[in-house]
Each structure stands twice: as C-alpha cells, then as structure tokens.
C-alpha cells in the first residue's frame, strides 16, 4: 500500500466530491485501508460510507472492486462517481459482449478506477482480474452474507474466496445492520484478517421523529404532503391493498404519486423507482420492498402508514430520508389494529417468541412519553447523554393530572360487562351511546352508563391505551379484542392507588405549532429556483438531480450566493468537474436572482413620493410624469411638495408663478386658520387651484 499524507487526502476529496471535512469515522476508515488492515465498517443508512473506499480508489494505483447487491444501485453509485470525474463501470451479466470488453479495455489503461460487480457475475471477471492489479476490494451491504440479517443472500457465502485469491489487497466490508452475531458472521465469512472495527453512531440527528395516533391518517398525510409541496418522500404501507388505495387517494387529490409492492411487474418496479430518483414522481407508497436499491439522498420525509414489526426495520426505513444531512421529517402512524395484525403475524411466524419481543419494543418506542430518540439509539446500545429536541415528546413534552377519577370510571365499566367487551363498546357505554350494540346488550342498565360523557370519544380512546401502556388494562388479542382487567387495575379500583395521565394536546394546536416549523423551514425563490435549474439539467442529461448536487450543496448555495468562480468551488459537494459542468449554469442564476431582487427591492423600499421627485429631477415635466407613472397629476404635485418638505434639493419654485406665491404668502397672515388648504381655496374665490397653494405653502413653510 503506498503512503499516502492528509493533505492528498483533503485535495482528492475536495476535488472530486467537492467536500473539504471528512464525516465521523471516514478518515479513520481510510487511514486504515491505506496501512493495509481489512475494515469492517458499521455505519447508518447515509453515513458516508462510499466514501470510505471511493476516495481511496481514486488514489490508489490499480483497481478497486466493489461488490454490491443490486444492479440499480450500482448503476446509481457509477453515474455518481462518472459526474464527478472518476472513471467506473459495473458489470452485469446482461451486458453485451462487446460492452464488457470496452469495460475491460478501459481497466488495463487505468481510466477505470473502481469496477461494480454483483456477487453472482463475478465469475465473468476471471480474466481481467488475472491482467491488472487489485488495489482494494469493497464488499457493500455485506450483512447479506449472514444468514442472521434480514437481507440473506446466497451469492454472498462464497465471498471467501476473495481473501484466499488477494491475500494481499486489503478488503473494506461495510453495512448498516448493527447486532453482534451479523458482525462476526461477516468478518468469520469473509475471511478477513484481524479487521478493525469501525463503528459508528446510529444517530442522525437532521432525521426529525414523530408519532401519531393512526386515527383519519389519509387525512392527516394529505395535509402533510399538502404542507410540502416540492418534497420528495416514501409511505410505509403494510398491505400491498394500502399502497394502492393510498397512492389513488394522493394521486386524486393531484399529487404525483405511485404504489410499489412485490406484486406488481418487474417493469413497473423498476419505472416506478427510475421515476422517484429522477423527481419525477413525487411520492411512492410501499411496502418495505422498496428502499434498498435507492440511494436517492434528497428524501424529505418518510412516513410509515402502519407500526413497522421491529426497530431495526423502522430506522432502515426513516433512515432513507434526509441523506444529504439536510432536516427532513419522519412520522409514524400508530394504531392498535396494526398492533394486533402484527401480533397475528408473529405468532404464525417461525419465530414467534423473537418477533414478538421485537415488537413490543417497537410498540413502547410508539408509545414513548419521554425522548424518541433515546429510546431508539439505546435499542442499539448507544446512551445519549441529552434528549434531542429534534422528537415530538422533546417539542411538545406530555403534561400530566391526576387522572384517577377517569381511570376508575373506564376500569369499572371493563368489571361491570365482565371483561367481555372491546374497547369501542367499553368507551360507547362511558358516553352513553344509544347504538344496537348498547341496547340489544341492555347496557344502559350498567351504573356507568353515561358517566364519561363529559370526554369526548377519541380523548377517552386516548385515556384508555394510556391505561393499557401502564398495565392497568390489557387487550385480549385472542377473544376478540376485549378489554381485560389486570392487578394493576384492581389496585386503582380497590386499593386507592392513583393513576397519573397525559394530557391530550389538541390536534389544532399541534399542527399550527408544526405549521410554525414548516414556515420558518420554507425555502426561499431562490433555493426553489436553483432546484429548478437542477432538474432541468438533469433531464438534460439524463441522471437524478440529486446527482448534480445534492438538497445540501443547495442550501449552501442559497446561503452563500456565490456568485463568481472561486466562491463557488467553496461549496460543499463542488468538486473540480462539478464546477466545469455546472459552476456557470448555477452561477448565472444566482446572479440573475440577486439583480432581479435588488431592483424589486429598491423599488420596494423607495417610497412613491421619492420616485416621483427623481423623475421631476431628472428633467421630467409633471405631465410626463403622469404619463410615465399613470398617477394624477395632484397627486405627482403632492409627492413633489413632500420632496420639498424632507429635503430642499427639488426645484419646486419653478412650477409656481412669483406673484401666485406672494398671493398665499399675504393669505396666510391674513386667515384665521392657515394650516388648512380649504380656508386658502375660499380665500381666493375658488380661482387657486389647490396645487398651486399646496406648492406654495410648501415652499413658504422654509
Ligand atoms: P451510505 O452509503 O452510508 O448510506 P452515502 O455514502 O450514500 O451513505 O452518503 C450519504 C450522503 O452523504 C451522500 O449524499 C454523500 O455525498 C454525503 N457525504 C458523504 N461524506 C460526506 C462528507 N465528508 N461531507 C459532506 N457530505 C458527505
Ligand atoms: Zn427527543
């Protein structure tokens, strides 16, 4: 491995990725390599992780290999390395012959410098492997190797071979699937010699978290996407039937938006993905199939429609937005029908003790009263130290009351129809609903019939899975979902043990307080009209937008409005071929859009009086100003006195007779009241017009 300095390092990641600061762990990782250690990398979904063998790659004499799982992905990562002036190539095996031998040539005279392969068409690389030098080999996603993971791969178990074959190149393995016995798996697999381990947060804290009752979610996510217009993001369905429902009910309603699932076409899949990465479609509802081969890093939001089964599949998912580090939004809805279908699934599963501890877990992270995201990191073994302030619990912490009275009222009616009755009906009974269910069952004959009217319906749904999450109820998934008492509750019935409640904030004001937060997040014209600019050049050239730069880069850009060459290379993400194939483009916009908001500014902020006076100064007659300025020409008269008034340097003596003037001055001795102009008007019988006194008083008010 050759040696190689930090400033080789910075010049080479400035100059093709364009950033100057190296993330977390990345410069580690690549020190690593170049003493020549085996890596395994443990790093969240947009991370950084690419760059911990791309930027080696482009420093590095013979060639890098990576193996990665899906075409589309390496199709992405190469068109990303290609706009950035690095010469790649992927291989597949439904390449032409005469493809892959372009491919292989361009290897042997070193314009490729990393070369993508899928594990199951690296057969078709004996040869040139045999010609050239391999530098480094990256094995991405490599959980997939591990029977453990969820991403289990058969192609990926014959991986061993790479280390027997290169004993000597150094081999870089990476993922985001953080437990224990994948981790070994990987290293034990792959054969790698001592590795170091590089672990890094989970944390991503730009991901905003929030969790909502499951109550009218089509309603709430069309007010959200309506909230965002331009904002590219994924909803997580758990039924193919949802993700088409919803995406007709979006699509309605004129958003752009598409249903993906395992049943539909390999073709409309893979459309469907194109058209999301390309920003032309601007929602997608999925089931969890979607996601892995996207590398898109401008998603806004993500929202997942239904409890997901486990953490490590819900951070996955949220972890798909907000890549570029930009604040983006996630939001999951949660129901206990979801709960239950979940539960039912579970217990078919092979599995069944696992899944369901998984998604208890999960259900305490919905139904968390203290930081999110604490909850979430400690789930992989991280403590934070603060809460985040970036979860909804931080931003609207819960307020509690003794809610005793309340607790026993819905406890005791769960007694009295003998734990035999799901929530709606227990909830029906307290408000004293007049339904079938209520009178063919006789329960308005039950004491508490009617005694929670006071609360309305989905605040006593509230109360009660509040009661469920602290034990005192349970539901009973197998006899029909009814509600059952447990020791807790007996305490709080019989034994005087208090019971405490969040209040229930309301919906209005959650969402002007959200609102609010929008606002202030709102881009600029200007942040709109560089992504404008983006996705027509990107049309243009036939690769995602977010490829030429990405939400981040534009934000900066809005930020810093560079407007000539060498404030533009100082961007993050502006690397040498950027700034050839785009600086002038973005350039020129962002000068365009300063001139144009300076002229509307100075307009906007001269006052009209003082337009009018620059005209009349600048030579012009009062008549051509009414023309010029379609104002009356009292009112021109007006502004010019005014002028005079503030500042003497108008030349208003010229647009009044000598004798005229002498007339008013006489007038003002003479009147009673000669602050007004009416008392002048009648003083001259009506012969004066009122412009000419008000030109006059102005001059004589010196
Ligand atoms: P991962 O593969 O870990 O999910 P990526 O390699 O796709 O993550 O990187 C995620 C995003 O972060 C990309 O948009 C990438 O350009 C950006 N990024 C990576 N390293 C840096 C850095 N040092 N400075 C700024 N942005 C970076
Ligand atoms: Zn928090």
Same mark, same amino acid.
């Given at each position: 491995m050759p040696e190689i300095s930090d400033s080789q390092l910075y010049k080479n990641l400035k100059e093709?990725?364009?950033?100057?600061e190296f993330r977390q762990q990345q410069k580690e990782i690549i020190t690593a390599i170049f003493k020549g250690n085996d890596n395994l990398v443990i790093m969240?979904?947009?991370?950084?992780?690419?760059?911990?063998y791309q930027l080696p790659a482009t420093l590095l004499n013979g060639l890098t290999l990576v193996i990665s799982p899906l075409i589309a992905l390496m199709k992405d990562q190469v068109d990303g390395l290609r706009a950035n002036g690095i010469g790649a190539a992927f291989i597949n095996s439904s390449q032409a012959a005469e493809d892959q031998h372009a491919i292989f040539n361009a290897i042997l005279t070193n314009e490729i410098k990393l070369l993508y392969v899928a594990p199951e068409s690296l057969s078709q690389l004996e040869g040139i492997l045999n010609q050239t030098t391999l530098s480094l080999i990256a094995i991405d996603? !490599?959980?997939?190797?591990?029977?453990?993971?969820?991403?289990? %791969?058969?192609?990926?178990?014959?991986?061993?071979f790479l280390k027997n074959r290169f004993p000597h190149t150094p081999i870089i393995a990476l993922t985001a699937t953080a437990d224990k016995a994948t981790r070994e798996d990987i290293s034990k697999q792959l054969n790698l010699n001592h590795p170091t381990l590089h672990l890094s947060s989970?944390?991503?804290?730009n991901l905003s978290l929030s969790v909502r009752p499951g109550i009218d979610r089509v309603k709430k996510i069309l007010e959200f996407v309506d909230d965002h217009p331009n904002d590219s993001g994924i909803i997580y369905c758990l039924s193919r039937k949802t993700t088409e429902n919803l995406a007709e009910k979006l699509d309605s309603a004129g958003f752009k938006a598409k249903a993906y699932h395992a049943g539909l076409g390999h073709h409309v899949r893979e459309q469907v993905q194109n058209e999301f990465i390309n920003d032309q479609l601007q929602i997608v509802c999925a089931?969890? !199939?979607?996601?892995?081969?996207?590398?898109?890093?401008?998603? %806004?939001w993500v929202i997942h429609y239904n409890l997901p089964k486990n953490i490590e599949g819900y951070y996955q998912e949220i972890g798909r937005a907000g890549r570029d580090g930009v604040p983006s939004e996630t939001i999951l809805f949660h129901s206990y029908a979801d709960v239950v279908q979940l539960q039912q699934f579970a217990t078919k599963s092979g599995n069944t003790e696992v899944q369901l501890a998984k998604l208890d877990r999960m259900q305490q992270y919905a139904d968390a009263l203290s930081c999110r995201r604490k909850v979430l990191l400690s789930y992989f073994g991280e403590l934070p130290e603060?809460?985040?302030?970036?979860c909804d619990v931080c931003k609207h912490p819960p307020t509690f009351f003794d809610g005793t009275i309340l607790a026993q009222k819905a406890l005791s009616t769960i007694a009295r129809v003998k734990q035999n009755e799901p929530l709606a009906t227990i909830i029906d009974i307290l408000r004293g609903a007049q339904n079938a269910t209520i009178l063919d069952k006789g329960f308005?004959?039950?004491?508490?019939?009617?005694?929670?009217?006071?609360?309305?319906w989905k605040h006593w749904q509230q109360y009660i899975i509040q009661l469920i999450n602290q034990g005192a109820i349970e539901i009973a998934f197998h006899e029909k979902n009814h509600l059952k008492l447990t020791p807790i509750a007996k305490k709080i019935l019989f034994e005087k043990q208090t019971v405490n409640l969040a209040k229930i904030i309301e919906k209005a004001a959650l969402k002007t307080a959200a609102k609010k937060e929008i606002s202030v997040k709102k881009s600029t014209d200007l942040f709109e009209r560089l992504r404008l600019l983006r996705l027509k050049l990107s049309r243009e050239e036939e690769?995602?937008?977010?490829?030429?730069?990405?939400d981040a880069s534009l934000k900066e850009m809005e930020q810093a409005?560079?407007?000539?060459d060498d404030e533009f290379i100082?961007?993050?993400?502006?690397g040498k071929k950027k700034m050839q194939d785009y600086g002038h483009d973005f350039i020129s916009e962002i000068i365009a859009f300063h001139k144009e908001k300076n002229t509307s500014k100075k307009a906007k902020k001269e006052p009209t009086y003082i337009t009018s006076a620059n005209l009349f100064k600048n030579g012009l007659s009062i008549a051509d100003i009414v023309l010029e300025r379609k104002i009356a020409e009292t009112t021109i008269l007006s502004h010019l006195c005014k002028a005079y008034e503030m500042d003497?340097?108008?030349?208003?003596?010229?647009?009044?007779d000598p004798v005229d003037l002498k007339a008013i001055e006489k007038a003002k001795t003479a009147l009673?009241?000669?602050?007004?102009l009416r008392p002048y008007f009648e003083y001259f019988k009506e012969e004066m017009p009122y412009s000419t006194i008000r030109i006059g008083l102005a001059i004589l008010s010196n």
């Open positions: 093709y990725f364009g950033y100057s969240p979904t947009g991370g950084g992780k690419s760059i911990c996603e !490599a959980h997939c190797i591990s029977a453990w993971g969820h991403d289990f %791969r058969p192609a990926y178990t014959q991986l061993g989970f944390d991503r804290p089931t969890v !199939a979607f996601g892995m081969g996207i590398d898109k890093s401008n998603v %806004r603060k809460d985040c302030g970036n308005t004959q039950i004491s508490t019939y009617g005694i929670g009217n006071d609360v309305s690769i995602p937008a977010y490829q030429i730069f990405s409005r560079p407007m000539t100082q961007i993050s993400g502006v003497k340097s108008i030349a208003l003596e010229k647009l009044i009673e009241n000669p602050n007004a």
